[in-house]
């Protein structure tokens, strides 16, 4: 548990994840997430998602070897035609590092993205969620996050201090 957050989300990821699943990166950012699941499923299959054409295009950069990943540029809160249903989707949620910290995830689409998440995750799938406080609309998402993520079974959640990044660890 002294781990970075994101090593941590790492290790669930490669512990839960199978060769062959279907795994969502609901907001890829940089790509680095989203090259990560794809080594991790090299038999499988990773959808990208996020809303700004700089994110798709970086992530896409990033993956010039990797054919087992599809890209979307749209909100994550927007439903997607899915070959089956995925075992892992991940938010790393925040703005997109190097690019305009005005632009954020926000509190309302990230909620109606996490119950789309639960109504399409596989029975044995699972949801990670990484929060940013350190903004105020990332405090704001994380308190609201904390707050939905109550009513759930099966969850873990990861505090260091304030204002530090939380993982949401959701199982179905």
Known sequence: MNKPHLLLAKEYWKKHLRADDFAIDA???NGHDTLYLSKLLPEGLVYGIDIQQAAIEKTRLHLSEATNVELF???HADPLALPRPP????Y??????GG???LTTMTETTLQSLQLSLSILAKDGAISV???????EGLREEAQIHNFVKSLNHVHHRWERARSPTLFWIIN
């Open 87 to 90: 075992r892992l989707i991940v």
């Open 130 to 136: 990484t929060c940013y406080p350190g903004h105020e």
């Open 92 to 97: 790393n949620l925040g703005y997109l590092p």
């Open 73 to 75: 540029q749209q909100s």
């Open 27 to 29: 907001t890829c950012g």
């Open 100 to 102: 305009n910290k005005a």
